[in-house]
């Protein structure tokens, strides 16, 4: 476990990190739309969740049964996702129907 | 007029809040089992303020990962938000004093720019800037609520019902594929697919993290190549 002062650090580089990604655009508002590096700043991003997404996935497939209960949790997120649109409501959705299943599984 | 736009701002944010407290509740909890101090988990709502992010940076402090490892992977999570402030102050007046411009950018999370991108234009140009502080406000006020009540009786309610603790292991996937279900495919597909198979196949020969940032990489590299996924 890191130290309470390496925490400290870590946590107020992201914060300033996370906020002039979130500025700098705001104060450079004109500029060309089109070009190379307007294409690799729009992939950054989908690239970014799309990677997460199979490194926080994977944990959750193993057996039949794990695999069979994080199938249909997904299908939830994603049938409330076209139902709702948003992020919040599909993520709780499908977090409250994975989590049904696992009592299930239980009982 | 500025305080009606402003109020109007957080009743506006009810929906998003009502979203993000539970999600920065299960943060909470989250960060009293992987045993981060209760000052640094209500720290990382309070001064990131981004929800998958979070849990991330999370995972990797608990993990013991190197500090660029950390920063990097966040903020390279976060880098989609360079493509929010531009659409945002397109739709604020040029002349527009407050609240500033950095106030603002601070709130910018995923749910706020696509709630405001679907309001600002039905506002007056005056009202905009201080509507826009309003529904942060309420996001914000929202995400800090549910990181300290997670934190505070995150323990006993896991203790209580043990079942929680799986389940909790799923917000992060259904955030992501939530989060991939809003982009647009035309723009991001082979960036999108080139990233997941990397860092699928990446997992199983070096840690996560690193697979994480290969498949990062690679995605953006994959905007390189030509065709109709990348236009």
Request: hydrophobic share 50%; glycine share 6%.
């Given at each position: 476990m890191r130290d309470f002062s390496g925490a400290l650090a870590i946590v107020a580089l992201c914060g300033i990190g996370t906020y002039l990604l979130r500025l700098t655009p705001m104060l450079y508002r004109s500029g060309?739309?089109?070009g190379a590096a307007s294409r690799f700043s729009g992939a950054v991003g989908p690239a970014a969740i799309a990677a997460l997404f199979v490194a926080m996935l994977l944990p959750l497939l193993g057996t039949v049964g794990k695999t069979s209960i994080t199938t249909v949790a997904l299908l939830t997120t994603i049938i409330a996702q076209r139902m709702f649109g948003g992020v919040a409501m599909p993520t709780m959705l499908g977090t409250v129907a994975y989590g049904l299943l696992l009592v299930l599984r239980m009982s | 007029?500025?305080?009606?736009?402003?109020?109007e701002g957080v009743l506006d944010s009810l929906p998003i809040a009502a979203g993000y407290f539970p999600i920065a509740f299960s943060f909470g909890v989250s960060a009293v089992q992987a045993g981060i101090s209760p000052l640094i988990g209500v720290l990382i709502s309070a001064v990131v303020f981004a929800g998958g992010s979070q849990f991330v940076l999370l995972g990797l402090l608990s993990s013991g990962a190197a500090l660029p490892a950390v920063v990097a992977t966040t903020l390279l999570m976060n880098a989609r938000h360079l493509l929010y402030g531009r659409r945002i102050a397109q739709s604020l007046p040029v002349s527009h004093a407050s609240p500033p411009k950095p106030?603002?950018?601070f709130g910018?999370?995923?749910e706020v720019f696509a709630c405001a991108i679907g309001r600002l234009h039905d506002l007056a140009e005056t009202e905009r800037a201080h509507w826009l502080f309003g529904l942060q406000c309420g996001?914000?006020?929202?995400?800090v609520a549910g990181t300290i009540l997670g934190i505070l009786?995150?323990?006993?309610?896991?203790?209580?019902f043990p079942i929680l603790r799986d389940a909790l292991g799923f917000v992060l996937p259904a955030l992501f594929l939530s989060l991939l279900l809003n982009l647009d495919w035309r723009d991001s597909r082979v960036s999108v697919l080139i990233a997941a198979i990397v860092t699928l196949v990446l997992t199983f020969f070096v840690p996560v993290h690193l697979a994480i940032l290969a498949g990062i990489v690679s995605g953006i590299c994959g905007a390189a190549l030509p065709g109709r996924g990348n236009a």
């Open positions: 060309s739309d089109g | 007029m500025t305080a009606r736009s402003v109020r106030l603002l950018a910018l999370t995923d996001a914000y006020l929202a995400w009786t995150g323990a006993q309610i896991v203790d209580r």
